[in-house]
C-alpha cells in the first residue's frame, strides 16, 4: 500500500481542516505514524501559515501536506445579503457582539502562493476551484505533489486539464465545506463517495484520493476495492488528543443530544455540513455569498465557540462523527490500519469460499 513514490507508509493522510482542528501537532502525529498530516492554511495570514510550517518541520522530517483555498467572485444578491445579515443582528446582541463586515478578499492567496513557491513544501492541495496550469507546473517544478479537490465528475475533467499529479474527491459524506469549484445549487451536484469515484476513475487516469464518511478500516478498503490510492479522512480525527477541535465540540459530538448532520450557509455562506443545531436550524435560508457571510458571523462563531455555546456554534463534522474516538492519532491510524488489513484478509478468505 504505497503511494507518493513510496514515501507515505499508509494509505492514509488526514484531511486539512480549516478553523483549528488540522494543527501542526496533529499533522506531524499522523505523519510520523505512517500516514501524511494536512495543514490547512484557510483563514490564515501567510504570517501564521509560515509559523505552522515551520512547527511541523520541527516536529516530523516525513511528508505533510498544505491546503490553500482558491479565492473565486461569484455574484451576490445584495437586497438578499442584507435582509440575511439584519437577522443576525439578535444573535450579537444575546452574545454582546457587533456583527463583521460583509466583505469579500482572497485568503492572503497571493501571499501564499508567492511563500510555497519560495519555500516548497512535500504536498499543496487545492480547494474551491481550480489553479491555472502555469502556477500548476511551477509547483511542481519547485518539488511540490500537486493535488486538486472535485466534488463532481465534471470538476474532475476541468482539474485533469491542468496536470495535476492527483486528485482528491470529496463525497457528499464528508464534514466542512465542500470543495466545489462554485457554490450553485444544482440537482444531482452532491454525489456520494463511491458513485463519485466510479464515475471519475472510469475517465481520469490519475491517483485518486478519497474523502467523504471514511471513519472504519473497513471503509479504506472498500475505497482501495473501489479504484482510490488513498484514503482522506478528517472526522475521525477530530476528537484525537492532538487536534486543535474547540473542547465544546469535541464533547458534543459524543452528545446524544446531537444526532445527525446537515448541510447550511447559516455561518459561512458557502454549504458546508456540521452537526444540526439551533443556528443552522433558525438561519438555513441563508443565502449563497462566500466569504461574505463568513466575515460577517466571524464574532459570533468565536464568542459562541469561548463560551461553550453549542447551539450557536459552527462544529463541522461528517456524517460518520458519532465513530470519532477521544484516542491519540497514532492509536487512530494505528486503528485504521490494523482494521483495514483484517478486511483485506476476510476478502481473501471469501474469495476462497466464493463470495458469488
Known sequence: MTFLKGLLRYPIIQAPMAGGPSCPKLASVVSEAGGMGFLAAGYKTNDEMEKEISEVKQLTKKLFGVNVFVPQKSEIDSPVLSSYIDTLESEADRLGVSLGEAVWDDDCYDEKIEYLLANPVPVVSFTFGCPPNGLISKLQQRGSFVIITVTTPEEAEIAFKVEPDA???????????????????????????LSLLSAVRSNIDLPLIVAGGIMHGRDIAAVIMSGAAVAQIGTAFLRCTESGTNQFQK?????????HTMFTRAFSGRKA?????????????????????????????????????????????????RFAEELPAAKIVERLVRECRQAFDEIKTKTHESII
Open 167 to 193: 486528485l482528491c474527491l470529496q463525497g457528499v459524506e464528508a464534514g466542512g465545506h465542500r470543495g466545489s469549484f462554485d457554490d450553485k445549487d444544482v440537482p444531482g451536484k452532491d454525489l456520494s463517495l
Open 251 to 259: 464533547s458534543a459530538m459524543a452528545d446524544p443530544s446531537f444526532q
Open 273 to 321: 455540513r456540521g452537526i444540526a443545531n439551533r443556528f443552522m436550524l433558525e438561519y438555513n435560508s441563508a443565502p449563497s455569498a462566500y466569504p461574505q457571510i463568513n466575515n460577517v458571523t466571524k464574532p459570533l462563531r468565536r464568542e459562541a465557540a469561548a463560551r461553550g455555546d453549542t447551539g450557536t456554534m459552527n462544529m463541522w463534522a461528517g456524517q460518520g462523527f
